[in-house]
């Protein structure tokens, strides 16, 4: 039980650092760090986030991330639903304080970081970039940290936090890039910000189980 607490803490405390890392770049660095300081507070977040979960939860920290280690068996599914629960928590969390320490976080501009699609973005085609950003990342978690083959095992929280990195730095202006329920949920919840929500969880979830699938099933070694 008390692994099973730690695990659980440890999910809060790391999405709690992404969102109150990644919405507050937005926040607060609008006109000033623009997207590559953006990608970069995510990209940061997620690998400092995974190299202090890592060994405790798996480093997940994702709604998405987790739905493909239940759906390729590496997690049972009450587990998975608690990791799951954890993290929408640290999200609420995060913009929540967000909120209360940064006056300006519901401007327009800002929405409290809250990922929608971009300006000539119908949500058809936002769901079709969530799905793909999110399916490059689960592949490289797959890849880096969950097959045993793999040389980059070590380094596998600063693959993590590159892959966001990259994620951003092309599906910032035309979703947000979110990649992550969790991500979005947060801040839309506390700022009252909507838009085209469900397309960041099908999109995530939906690209996150294929590549967990398709890589367990026809990449990974059998043992």
Not at 197 to 209: A, E, R, T
Request: aromatic content about 10%; some cysteine; charged content about 10%.
């Amino acid at each position: 039980m008390g692994g099973n607490r730690n695990a659980l803490i440890a999910e809060f405390i790391g999405t709690f650092g992404l969102i109150f890392m990644g919405a507050g770049a937005i926040i607060v660095g609008a006109g000033r760090t623009g997207l590559v300081g953006i990608a970069l507070a995510h990209g940061l977040a997620i690998f400092l986030g995974v190299s202090f979960s890592g060994h405790i939860s798996g480093g997940h920290l994702n709604p998405a991330v987790t739905a493909a280690f239940m759906a390729t068996g590496r997690m049972k599914t009450k587990v998975g639903l608690a990791y799951m629960a954890s993290q929408l928590l640290g999200g609420i969390a995060a913009a929540i304080i967000l909120l209360i320490v940064t006056p300006g976080g519901l401007s327009a501009g800002a929405k409290l970081g809250t990922p929608e699609p971009g300006p000539g973005m119908g949500q058809f085609h936002a769901l079709l970039v969530e799905f793909i950003l999110t399916f490059f990342l689960v592949f490289v978690i797959f890849g880096t940290g969950v097959d045993p083959r793999s040389p980059a095992r070590a380094i596998f929280p600063f693959c993590v936090g590159m892959a966001i990195t990259m994620d951003i730095l092309v599906g910032g202006p035309l979703t947000g890039g979110s990649m992550n329920p969790a991500r979005s949920f947060g801040p839309a919840l506390v700022g009252r910000h909507w838009n085209a929500h469900w397309v960041y969880w099908v999109g995530p979830i939906l690209g996150g189980i294929c590549a967990g699938i398709l890589y367990d099933k026809v990449l990974m070694e059998k043992q």
